[in-house]
Nanobody
């Protein structure tokens, strides 16, 4: 079973940037980013196919956030620019083995990391 470790969260001012990392203990998995704020449903942020090509984003972050994966390091990144107070949440990485390597929002991710907190405040 793959294990996930997220890192890179923290506190930033509005308009700031952060880069989150999700390190997987093994390769060949679809990886994706989600977030959940208190009292709100979990929200899909982004993923990319196993090849590293073909990114998909949730509507609230498209154009501000970028996902990328490094297969040599089994790591998925989330670069977040133009952060807003509404982006404050716990950010989670998720993984699932998909033989086709085609990763989407609707992939049934069964493995989740512990999360990393992002707080955007002035």
């Amino acid at each position: 079973k793959v294990e996930l470790v997220e890192s890179g969260g923290g506190s930033v001012r509005p308009g700031g940037s952060l880069r989150l990392s999700c390190a997987a203990s093994g390769g060949g998995y679809c990886l994706a980013w989600f977030r959940q704020a208190p009292g709100r449903e979990r929200e899909f942020l982004g993923t990319v196919n196993l090849s590293g090509m073909g990114t998909k984003y949730g509507p609230s972050v498209k154009g501000r956030f970028t996902v990328a994966r490094d297969n040599a390091e089994n790591t998925l990144y989330l670069v977040m620019n133009g952060l807003e107070p509404e982006d404050t949440a716990m950010y989670y990485c998720a993984a699932e083995f998909v033989p086709s390597g085609f990763c989407t929002e609707n992939t049934s991710y069964r493995t989740w990391g512990q999360g990393t907190q992002v707080t955007v405040s002035s």
